[in-house]
């Protein structure tokens, strides 16, 4: 019996080697006979939670749009692992921070090693000096105090927010084509219909067209009522920024519709003639409007993470409740506060040799901007933005964005952004970004010219 039990066993004169474990054995005059009867594979079962999954991320059309981007970059790295791959699609910074501003975040790390210099959480809303310096360096004649400033760990966690504070109950209009993350955080806290797949859009969404047919400004007379208007410029991803006029109007169709306006200026520091830098150079703006801006690409310090958001204490909803104080409880509960660190950064930029070191790096991008809009213009393209920001808006018409996107990446080792990531009236343009090393700008250009000459 202790010779069955090996892993090789001799059954009527041969040798078996079976893995099956025997059901039963049972001996013979000259030998055993085992039997084998098959045993269903367990099936495992993965455990479920009895939490239902909230409907609204199931209504989110595919990923978001720059982590696909990012993986069909390193999805063309594994099929090119020798190709010098540029990236001028997500806008992230490139250039080195300026180091007046490096040397106060320095400073102050420093100090946190001190009993003198150190300190734990702070004001939600931020350090008192530096929404000093914010109220003063960009609202100095326009009557926004500091105690309207909240600092932030950057512009989008603002809009998200912004959305937490409104609730689900709203309506609101976004700019088309416009940054994904209005109408992304729209969809997830309920304020949307159903994506309309024939016209590629969310229902109880008012899209309000910009294009070069209407100089990349909404027709309000075409525009339905809506509780909250997105507003972003300069704008992301065409470019454009919108006039004093065209600012006027938009703040008056707020007034008249009884509409909160979230003016998004995170790239006002890029603006080169006399459009306005905040909304709140437009009179009136104080009652209707809220206003997001960033560091990020004032500073070139998209890691840092440091933004601020304005909220007049003019600002009131129907009842006459301030909408500065509901937005203060959600900071409160949601945020602790901004790294100190960045903080401190945060104050180095608003010094007199901080800000001028703000205008060096965005005026390298600039620069890039400006050759890029030149190469394609050059190969018959036409082409928006560039001028008033980091971001050139090219037409390919007829073609799909994402073709454009494919072909460019494929033929050039060049990362765009397709246009219809921003939305359906998107489709036919590509965005390049302007942040990149001078060396790869030039490069990428001179790929482009090879490609479409």
């Known amino acids: 019996m202790s010779s069955l039990m090996s892993s090789s066993s001799s059954f009527l004169g041969q040798t078996h080697f079976d893995s099956r474990t025997p059901n039963a054995c049972l001996p013979t005059k000259d030998s055993w006979i085992c039997k084998y009867v098959a ?6 079962t993965a455990h479920m939670t009895k939490v239902s999954r909230n409907a609204n991320m199931d209504k989110l059309q595919a990923g978001y749009l720059f982590p696909e981007i990012a993986r069909r970059r390193s999805a063309h790295m594994l099929k090119y692992p020798e190709a010098q791959v540029i990236s001028l699609g997500i806008g992230d910074t490139t250039e080195p921070i300026p180091e007046v501003i490096t040397s ?10 001190t009993l003198e210099g150190y300190s734990g959480y702070g004001a939600e809303q931020g350090e008192k000096q530096l929404r000093a310096a914010i109220a003063s360096t960009y609202y100095g004649d326009l009557s926004i105090e500091e105690s309207d400033i909240f600092v932030s760990d950057g512009a989008k966690s603002d809009i998200s927010r912004l959305q937490v504070m409104f609730g689900s109950n709203v309506t609101m209009a976004v700019q088309e084509p416009s940054y994904p993350a209005y109408v992304d955080s729209s969809v997830i806290l309920g304020q949307t219909g159903q ?32 509780d909250i208007i997105f507003f972003c410029s300069p704008n992301n991803p065409t470019g454009n920024a919108a006039t004093r006029e065209q600012l006027t109007r938009l703040v008056q169709f707020a007034k ?26 437009i009179p009136g703006a104080k009652e209707v409007a809220i206003e997001v ?8 310090s998209t890691g840092l993470a440091l933004g601020w958001t304005a909220v007049p204490k003019e600002l009131l909803y129907s009842d006459g409740f301030p909408v500065a104080k509901d937005f203060n409880r959600i900071v409160c509960t949601t945020f602790n506060v901004a790294s100190n660190i960045s903080q401190a950064g945060g104050l180095a930029c608003l010094s007199p040799e901080g800000l001028e070191a703000m205008h060096k790096v965005v005026g390298v991008y600039k620069e890039n901007a400006n ?7 050059s190969l018959g393209f036409s082409v928006y933005g560039g001028k008033n920001a980091p971001y050139v808006w090219v037409h390919f018409p007829g073609q799909s964005s994402w073709d454009v996107f494919s072909e460019i990446l494929e033929k050039t080792h060049v990362v765009t952004t397709p246009g219809s990531g921003f939305g359906p009236a998107g489709d036919g343009f590509i965005r390049v970004s302007a942040f990149g090393h001078r060396g790869t700008v030039l490069e990428a250009c001179k790929r482009f010219k090879q490609l479409y000459k």
Request: one cysteine or more; glycine letters at 6%; a negative charge.
């Open 39 to 44: 045993t269903p594979a367990t099936e495992t």
């Open 104 to 113: 106060g975040m320095a400073k102050k790390a420093h100090a946190l090693s």
């Open 195 to 226: 994506f309309q797949k024939d016209v590629e859009k969310y229902g109880n969404i008012e899209y309000m067209k910009c294009n070069p047919e209407n100089g990349f400004f909404p027709d309000l007379s075409t525009v339905s009522r809506t």
């Open 256 to 281: 008249d519709n009884g509409s909160i306006l979230v003016y998004d200026s995170a790239y006002a520091m890029y603006i080169s003639d006399d459009s306005p830098r905040s909304i709140f150079e």
């Open 293 to 300: 801006s960033s560091f990020s690409k004032y500073a070139g």
């Open 371 to 377: 050759i890029i809009m030149e190469a394609f213009t």
